[in-house]
Structure formats: structure tokens, C-alpha cells
């Protein structure tokens, strides 16, 4: 039992991040639909970030919310500005041109992230600064309830409310919802796409920078080609959940890394990379607009 | 059946001059280079089917090329149909019955997978390639990480050396898959995938049965990124999972958008370049110190996508460039 509550909370924890990285690639797809495969290499651009100014700063080993609050904001603000040169430099280009030419251009900035990550930042792994005490709050037996766990979770929480007020309450949010719908009246009722996809990539940028601090602070380990696996799996959490929706990103990163805990927990710690796909092959083939997604008839 | 034989025929002639001159002319080096040449040329050729002439987006081909090597290295190893002194016949069944296992998985993976379109296909196909390596990676009787090592290769004899007997096997192959699919592209079975390309719809409406079309396609395709899979087991000699990674299929699917979709001499053509520039770019790297091959490969692969995002060729092949318009 107390194992199951350990598992639980490992497994929320994990799956918000999951959740986090997933918000980017839904949000993406919901307006441009296409799959930016570099989402994950801005993670990993935003772990580095973040390493990088805790030394600039002098502030590796001084856990506490300060550092985390200055650490998330630099992860934040260095992934908004890759994602919106990535948007301008490479994807905007392409807007009008087939679905296959954008999905083929994703993968080589994404490969092109990796590799100038190896070059610039060495390709041996990191070890990502302290960021917060690591406290136990709650013993009992088996089960521990650490700050690292708390931390993650809140700081997602926090992440997913900015976002909904940023969807639901704000002009700019309404002008996204609306080019996510039909861009092409959205324009015409004086909505600039152009800057509303620019604005939507500096947002879900930003949550994959939050996603990257949390990660550093959870497995203290970062690398250039960290982003592969978690990109992957995020991809498919925004999948399961239905692409372009964003609470079914948010279920769909929790179920994720949920299960991927319990498989590791409970079957073999082997197949977690599999289970990944295990999981988005079944769903597309059962249902293949997600759980939250909606379906969309094709029309000649 | 002799007319129609007289092209093949002709470039696979051609093919051995060209190996003749690599034989006494070039180091080891070069090569092997030019053995994995013959490898990515089927291999784009076979990508090309799906990605190109169907209209489909397969990011798993690595996955069937596993197949394809794991089934060719294990039967060199442990079985033979044909006596000693017909050994070199045993490779060409090898060969095929890799080829066919990849086939059947292909089988497995489309018939579901087709279903979908564009960038899900895609994705799924990339996790059935994953899936296929983690498997890979957990079957002792396989090696699991450590891989297969100490593979026979093709026997020379005859007065051929080595490298000449793996290049005519090769060869051999690269023939076989460019006029089996140049045929099969141009005859009615071609007009049906290069349908689904076009418009689905439209194509549905005609009566094509459309996922059949493409899974058949994708059969094909399977088959021979599995003889490809054999051919650099035999031509490496060492295999292991990870040699079949995403980035295997990444590079498949880059000589096909390089050369054109569609055109398969365009693949051919991509395929060499592809294979031969990271080796040039060696020397760029002594003089810089850093290694900026991969970095230079990206980077090119975003800039054909924004500057000529039909590839080379487009949809053309090579003979319709001398051909009176």
C-alpha cells in the first residue's frame, strides 16, 4: 500500500512534466497542425540555459524559491526566444508549402539542436544545480513524501493555471483560439496569424523551459540529447489526450507517466521505452482522435 | 523477356566497371564506403516507394532493416541450404528470406497503421521501428546490446576478391529492387499507388481500394529495406541494435526528399551524395578541429526544404532530362 502511494506520486510528478512538454506540442498542433519535432530540442536547450546561468549566477548551491524562481524564469525566457527564431527562421518560411516538407524541416532544426548542443555544450552529461532543499515532509514506512515531488507538482499546477487564464481570459488567448479554429476568418476579422503563431510558440516554448528545470531537478542529469525519449513521450501524451486539445495534454501527461511508473514498478523497467508507443499505437488505432480530441470528417 | 532483360542487363555492366576501377584504383576505405553506397541505395529506393510514389510518411524503415540483417546474420550462422562449394548461392536465399520476414512485419505494421494519415502515420511508424530495437535489445538468443559479431560475408573465389564479390552481390541486388520497382511504379499497380498520392479521395471514389494499395505498397517497400537490412550485415559483418536506431530511418528518408519524391533514379543519385559527404566533409573537419558533419547535414536538410522543396529531381527520373520534350 505504501508502495502504491509512493508510485502514485512519482508517477504524478512525472507525468507533469510529461504534461508540461506536452502543452507545446498540443498548442502547436492545434494552430499549425504539424508536429514540431524541436519542441524537445528547446527543452533541452532550456535545462542548459538554466545550468548555465545557476553557474553565471553563483547560485548552484543555494537552494531555496529564489533560485528556483530565477532559474525558471531564465529556462522560460532563453526556450521562448529559440522557439520564436526556430518559428521565424524555418517554419514560417514554409506556411503554405505540404504537410510532408514542414513534418521533414522539424526533424532536421531538431537534429540540428542536437548536434549544436554536442558541439557547444560537450556531449557529457551535466549535473544539474541544486534547486530546491531536499526535504522529507512525510515519513511513513516505505512512503516519503519529498520537496522535489511538491515542488514539481505546484510549479505545474501554477504553470497550467497561467496557462488556462492565458487561453480563457485574455484577448491574445482569444485571438489563438480563434486561429486555432479557422485562421482564415481570424484574419479577416483583423487577427494577424503570423503573430498569433509566433505568440503561441513563445508560450509552449516557455512551458517546455518550465518542464526542463523541473526535469534538471528531479533526475540531475542533463545532456544534449536528453530531449529525444521525453519529446517522444510527451508527443504521445499530447496523442493519447487528443492532439490540439489542451486539458486532454494535461490527462494525457498524467496517464503517461503514471503508467510508465507502474510498468517500471511492477513489470520490467526494459519495456518503459516501449510502453510509450505501445500505449499510442493502441489509442490510434482505437480511437484515434485521443480521449478529449475531436473528430474531424474529411471533406473533398 | 530477352528485350526486356537487356537494360538491367547493360547497368549491371556498368555497375562492375564501375567496381572494376574502385577495385584497383581506390583504397579499402573508399570502398567500403562504396558498399554502403549500394546498402542506402536500395534502402532510399525501397523508402521512396512508400514515401514518394505512395504519398505515405514512413519514419521506421530502420525497424525492417533490422529484420532484414538480424535474419540474414543468424541463418549465415547457423544454417545452409545449399553444400559447400555453392555456399555463394546460400547468401542469395538468405537475402531473400530476410527480405521476406521484414516483408511480413510489414505486413503486421501496415495493415493497422495505413489507416492513418501524414504526421500520425509517421509517428507510429517510428514507434514500430522503436519498438522493433527494444525487442531487439531484450532477445539473448540475438546477443540483445552486444549484437552479432564474426558474420560470414559473401565468399570470394573465382579469382574475385572480397570486395568484389560483396560489390557484384550488391550489385546484384541494387539492380534487382530498381527495375522491380521501376516496373511496378510504371505498370497498374503503380497508377493505383501514385493515385492515393494524388487524392485519396478521388482514388477511393474510382474504386481503388485505397489501404490495400497502400499496405502493398508498404509490403514492398518492407521487402527490400530488409535485403538492404542483409546486405550491410554482410558487407559490415558486425550488427547490433543500435546501428538500426531512428536516425538510420532519418537518413533514408532524407536521400529520398533530397532526390525528388517519386523519382527513383533521383534516390539513387541523393543516395550517393548522401553517403559520400560526410566522408568529404572529413577533411573539412581536420581543418577546423570540430566535428561539423552532422551539424553542416541538418542544416542542409532545412535549407533543400525551404530553397527546393522538391528535391533535386522533383518528380522527374533521370531519362527524362535528355528526353525531346
Request: aromatic share 12%; charged share 10%.
Amino acid at each position: 500500500m505504501q508502495d502504491f502511494v509512493q508510485h502514485l506520486v512519482n508517477g504524478l510528478s512525472l507525468g507533469s512534466i510529461y504534461a508540461l512538454i506536452a502543452l507545446g506540442y498540443t498548442m502547436v498542433y492545434g494552430i499549425l497542425q504539424m508536429i514540431n519535432f524541436a519542441h524537445s530540442d528547446v527543452y533541452m536547450v532550456g535545462a542548459f540555459a538554466a545550468y548555465y546561468a545557476a553557474k553565471w549566477l553563483g547560485i548552484e548551491n543555494q537552494p531555496g524559491l529564489m533560485s528556483l524562481a530565477t532559474l525558471l524564469v531564465v529556462s522560460m525566457v532563453a526556450c521562448a526566444l529559440l522557439g520564436l527564431t526556430i518559428e521565424r527562421l524555418a517554419y514560417r518560411p514554409l506556411r503554405k508549402a505540404p504537410k510532408l516538407n514542414i513534418l521533414i524541416t522539424a526533424i532536421g532544426v531538431s537534429l540540428f539542436l542536437q548536434y549544436a548542443g554536442q558541439l557547444v555544450f560537450g556531449a557529457d552529461p551535466k549535473v544539474f544545480p541544486e534547486v530546491m532543499p531536499d526535504i522529507t515532509f512525510f515519513q511513513w514506512g516505505d512512503l516519503s513524501l519529498r520537496s522535489s515531488d511538491f515542488t514539481v507538482l505546484i510549479v505545474a499546477l501554477l504553470a497550467m493555471v497561467g496557462l488556462h487564464f492565458l487561453i480563457h481570459h485574455t484577448k491574445i488567448g482569444r485571438a489563438m483560439r480563434a486561429v486555432s479554429q479557422n485562421s482564415s476568418v481570424a484574419a479577416m476579422l483583423g487577427v494577424n496569424p503570423d503573430r498569433i503563431v509566433a505568440m503561441t510558440f513563445v508560450v509552449g516554448s516557455s512551458l517546455a523551459g518550465v518542464g526542463s528545470v523541473l526535469v534538471g531537478m528531479k533526475y540531475p542529469k542533463i545532456e544534449p540529447l536528453m530531449g529525444m525519449m521525453i519529446g517522444l513521450k510527451a508527443f504521445v501524451a499530447a496523442v493519447l489526450g487528443g492532439i490540439g486539445s489542451i486539458p486532454g495534454a494535461v490527462l494525457g501527461g498524467l496517464l503517461m507517466g503514471l503508467s510508465e511508473e507502474m510498468v517500471v514498478a511492477y513489470l520490467s523497467s526494459t519495456y518503459r521505452d516501449a510502453l510509450a508507443f505501445g500505449i499510442l499505437i493502441v489509442i490510434l488505432l482505437l480511437k484515434p482522435a485521443g480521449l478529449l480530441g475531436r473528430y474531424q470528417v474529411e471533406k473533398v | 523477356m530477352l528485350r526486356s532483360l537487356k537494360l538491367p542487363f547493360l547497368s549491371f555492366l556498368g555497375l562492375i566497371a564501375v567496381g572494376l576501377v574502385l577495385e584497383f584504383g581506390f583504397s579499402a576505405f573508399i570502398q567500403i564506403t562504396a558498399l554502403f553506397v549500394l546498402v542506402n541505395m536500395i534502402m532510399a529506393m525501397s523508402l521512396n516507394l512508400v514515401n514518394g510514389t505512395s504519398g505515405q510518411f514512413s519514419l521506421g524503415h530502420a525497424g525492417f532493416m533490422a529484420i532484414g540483417a538480424y535474419v540474414g546474420a543468424y541463418l549465415s550462422q547457423h544454417w545452409a541450404l545449399f553444400p559447400e562449394g555453392l555456399t555463394a548461392l546460400n547468401f542469395f536465399v538468405y537475402t531473400l528470406l530476410g527480405g521476406s520476414l521484414a516483408a511480413v512485419f510489414g505486413f503486421l505494421v501496415g495493415q493497422p497503421s495505413l489507416r492513418l494519415k501524414g504526421d500520425y502515420l509517421a509517428i507510429v511508424t517510428l514507434g514500430f521501428g522503436e519498438i522493433i530495437r527494444v525487442a531487439l535489445l531484450n532477445m539473448d538468443f540475438l546477443g540483445g546490446a552486444r549484437g552479432i559479431h564474426g558474420i560470414p560475408t559473401v565468399p570470394d573465389g573465382f579469382g574475385l576478391s572480397r570486395f568484389m564479390a560483396q560489390y557484384l552481390f550488391g550489385s546484384f541486388w541494387v539492380i534487382l529492387c530498381f527495375f522491380f520497382l521501376w516496373r511496378l511504379v510504371h505498370s497498374n499497380q503503380g497508377r493505383g499507388f501514385l493515385s492515393v498520392r494524388e487524392d485519396e479521395i478521388a482514388a477511393e471514389s474510382m474504386g481503388v481500394n485505397t489501404t490495400a494499395v497502400k499496405v502493398r505498397a508498404f509490403v514492398v517497400s518492407a521487402f527490400f529495406a530488409g535485403v538492404a537490412g542483409v546486405l550491410s550485415a554482410y558487407f559490415v559483418r558486425y550488427i547490433n541494435p543500435s546501428s538500426f536506431g531512428f536516425l538510420r530511418s532519418v537518413d533514408a528518408v532524407i536521400m529520398v526528399v533530397l532526390g525528388g519524391m517519386g523519382s527513383f533514379t533521383g534516390s539513387i543519385v541523393a543516395a550517393i551524395l548522401i553517403t559520400i559527404m560526410p566522408e568529404l566533409l572529413r577533411t573539412v573537419q581536420q581543418v577546423t578541429g570540430v566535428d561539423l558533419r552532422m551539424l553542416i547535414y541538418a542544416l542542409a536538410l532545412v535549407l533543400v526544404m525551404i530553397l527546393r522543396p522538391q528535391g533535386i529531381f522533383g518528380s522527374k527520373e533521370l531519362r527524362d532530362f535528355w528526353r525531346k520534350k
